[in-house]
């Protein structure tokens, strides 16, 4: 319905959000693999001088700012430095530059022996493929990472691998996903009973009214709405895991043609969930509009007078640096002295601080209660002891802004990947009079 991993849809103390837990960049493994190719181990990522080291310990912590200050300032092997080039190339959201430098590195190391740097390759390759809609070299991929590295895998990764891959299967002969655009323009937005940002989309001469989240992987509609619109389904379906880790099964269609503002897209995939599955607090949503139409747009910037535009704003003077977790856009935040990254979603209500935050203060947590936070949705209901931090001031986009109250999770929880300092919402974002998602410039700029 998301992304490849658990899509959990949470309410939590009046804080709503279409969850759609990124695994960590490991996560993204493989399955199964030839019992000749399973004999063989795992070596390590090369690294023919130390510097090759350090930068793989920050990938695979997702350290993706030191990871890009140290690959500016560091000199290493230039088999190395053009590795970590094209994998930062994904993460900023430069795809096609990020094949152009991985395709010929996989070609030579699939002759090699499974290495964690051709893992690496391999699953960055197949998420490149997907954000560019080329579901069938996606698949192959994947399906090259089952192959290679399944007994690398825990039972929870291969899980969520073999749950993407169903995804590009079904969508194996699905067009691409394109865009007609002709100038800027602002939409009206709506706030539901829920908090939550709606958007006026137009689908088969009929209007509806979709939540925009920047949480959300994909788009997400109910079975109601897609029988509305008349959505043709694929054959097939892909598998998401709810709350608990329970199993839940999901159709996909493919809307020849869908209207935001004056923007007309083409081929647009719709993952089509139970009525349920968007029924949060008795509060019935219709449908999602996520990552693939959002980055499409370009820059979006929500104000705070109601509006949404779409490429209305020019580049901030000190915006931060964006980053992508698969389709979940990370955000630059200086606090409590440090630049530390966290998602971003639009379709929260309240922020969330995880395990690595509580890291960072636990000093100024010592002796302080903790209360039980509740994650509901999909699966059933989970709750995780918080602690209330007050008055966390933070700063974004060039702008200051002062958190009440945050909570901060001493452990993993339901909702969380844990692979972050924590998820900003909108109590983080409210105070601005207008801020900007750009997945052109991958920039967010916030204004006062």
Not at 85 to 93: D, E, F, P, S
Not at 135 to 151: D, Q, V
Request: aromatic content about 6%; hydrophobic content about 40%; some cysteine.
């Amino acid at each position: 319905m998301a992304n490849s991993s658990a899509r959990d849809i949470t309410h939590n103390n009046g804080k709503t959000r279409i969850r759609t837990a990124n695994l960590l960049v490991g996560l993204f493994l493989a399955v199964i693999s030839s019992a000749a190719t399973l004999c063989q181990p795992v070596l390590p990522a090369p690294a023919t001088r130390t510097g090759a080291s350090v930068l793989q310990s920050l990938l695979d912590k997702k350290q993706y700012l030191e990871l890009d200050m140290a690959l500016r300032q560091g000199t290493i092997a230039q088999e190395d430095a053009v590795f970590f080039r094209g994998v930062l190339a994904n993460r900023k959201n430069q795809v096609q530059q990020s094949i152009q430098i991985l395709l010929p590195m996989a070609r030579k190391l699939t002759h090699s022996a499974p290495s964690v740097r051709e893992r690496d390759v391999l699953l960055t390759l197949a998420d490149d493929y997907a954000k560019l809609f080329e579901y069938s070299k996606a698949e192959a991929e994947f399906a090259a990472l089952l192959r290679r590295h399944g007994r690398s895998l825990n039972r929870k990764q291969r899980v969520n691998v073999s749950d993407r891959l169903k995804e590009m299967r079904v969508l194996r002969s699905a067009p691409l996903q394109t865009l007609e655009q002709s100038a800027s323009f602002t939409l009206p937005v709506t706030h539901n009973q829920l908090g939550l940002l709606e958007i006026p989309v137009g689908i088969n001469g009929q209007t509806e009214s979709w939540v925009l989240d920047t949480g959300a992987n994909t788009c997400v509609i109910t079975e109601t709405t897609a029988r509305r619109i008349g959505l043709p389904l694929l054959k097939g379906t892909a598998t998401t895991r709810g709350v608990g880790g329970m199993p839940l099964s999901f159709h996909i269609g493919v809307v020849s043609e869908m209207k935001i503002g004056t923007a007309v897209l083409h081929n647009v995939e719709l993952d089509v969930t139970s009525d349920k599955n968007l029924n949060l607090a008795g509060i019935q949503l219709q449908g999602i509009i996520g990552f693939p139409v959002q980055a499409a747009l370009g820059n979006i910037t929500f104000y705070a007078n109601g509006k949404i535009g779409i490429n209305t704003e020019p580049p901030g003077p000190m915006d931060s640096e964006l980053f992508l977790e698969n389709q979940t856009p990370l955000v630059a935040v200086h606090v409590e002295g440090s630049n530390l990254l966290f998602s971003l979603d639009t379709g929260a209500a309240v922020s969330t601080f995880d395990v690595q935050f509580y890291n960072v203060v636990k000093a100024k947590l010592r002796g302080e209660k903790r209360s039980l936070f509740t994650f509901s949705g999909t699966g059933g209901r989970r709750s995780s002891p918080a602690y209330n931090m007050s008055n966390l001031r933070l700063s974004l986009g060039g702008e200051e802004t002062t958190l009440e109250n945050a909570s901060v999770f001493a452990g993993s929880t339901q909702a969380s990947s844990g692979d972050f300092f924590g998820n900003l919402g909108q109590d983080a974002l409210r105070s601005f009079t207008s801020y900007s998602v750009d997945f052109t410039r991958m920039k967010f700029t916030a204004r006062k």
